[in-house]
């Protein structure tokens, strides 16, 4: 009973760009809310994007505001994470998340992915 699915990660160089993927398997509700967060070694989970399903309203993480941008397709069940100007300080663990509400808590969201490793270096 896999929920999410990410893909799309992998090694590039700074600034590259890469593109994440991650596809529900479950019916999303419209008040519902995909999320993007990363996790660095001995790092806190932390919040980079969120879109309220329904709306499309969109949320970032002050670290990549500017930078990531958040875009789903709704008739895919699938949300997106586009990563411009990467450097090594984005190397971490990605993962999806899917909750009932527009958050950027950790706690708010109830359903993971496994993950996808994204590795900057040159």
């Known amino acids: 009973q896999v929920q999410l699915v990410e893909s799309g990660g992998g090694l590039v160089q700074p600034g590259d760009s890469l593109t994440l993927s991650c596809k529900s398997y479950?019916?999303?509700?419209?008040?519902?809310?995909l999320g993007w967060f990363r996790q660095a070694p001995g790092k806190e989970r932390e919040f980079l994007a969120a879109?309220?399903?329904?709306?499309?309203?969109?949320w970032y993480g002050d670290s990549v505001k500017g930078r990531f941008t958040i875009s789903r397709d709704n008739a895919k069940n699938t949300v997106y994470l586009q990563m411009n100007s990467l450097n090594p300080e984005d190397t971490a663990i990605y993962y999806c998340?899917?909750?009932?509400?527009?958050?950027?808590?950790?706690?708010?969201?109830?359903?993971w992915g496994q993950g996808t490793q994204v590795t900057v270096s040159s």
């Open positions: 998340a899917r909750g009932p509400r527009l958050s950027l808590r950790v706690v708010e969201y109830e359903y």
């Open positions: 479950q019916h999303i509700s419209g008040s519902d809310a």
């Open positions: 879109v309220r399903w329904s709306s499309g309203i969109t």
